[in-house]
């Protein structure tokens, strides 16, 4: 809600959930995200990580929840080693691509196409028959 210029009204939730941080790494182009998911305060994350989260993409939240995200992209080993790393010097769990195409759905995809095919080849042979029937009479 803005009133004005420059003065602005933000309401936090009582709650003070903690971040959960992700690790994204995409194996084919060796590229490195960091992901904190699921807090209450808008800025929780850049304080919690200044090193990585200032001046990176603000914390968003969608329209629907009340909790909010926010990534940000590694350039270095020092933050890729920060990412998530807790007091007790565990580390965040680590997300991989694991969608492998499914070789049930590439069937039912196809078989759906041809009978679109099918319908569409039925549509025309009987427009053609009806448009035939017309100019014979």
Do not use: H
Not at 110 to 130: A, D, H, S
């Amino acid at each position: 809600m803005v009133f004005g210029e420059g003065t602005r009204l933000r309401v936090d939730s009582a709650e003070d959930l903690q971040p959960s941080y992700y690790k994204l790494v995409d194996e084919n182009t060796n590229e490195t995200a960091c992901l904190a998911t699921s807090f209450t305060r808008s800025r929780k994350a850049e304080l919690d990580y200044p090193n990585l989260f200032n001046n990176k993409t603000p914390a968003v939240r969608p329209s629907d929840d009340s909790l909010y995200s926010q990534v940000a992209f590694l350039s270095d080993a020092y933050q890729v080693q920060q990412c998530g790393k807790a007091e007790n010097g565990s580390l965040p769990k680590t997300c991989k691509d694991e969608l492998t195409p499914d070789p049930r759905m590439n069937f039912v995809a196809l078989m759906v196409l041809g009978l679109r095919l099918l319908f569409l080849k039925t549509v025309v042979f009987n427009v053609l028959l009806t448009v035939r029937l017309w100019i014979s009479q």
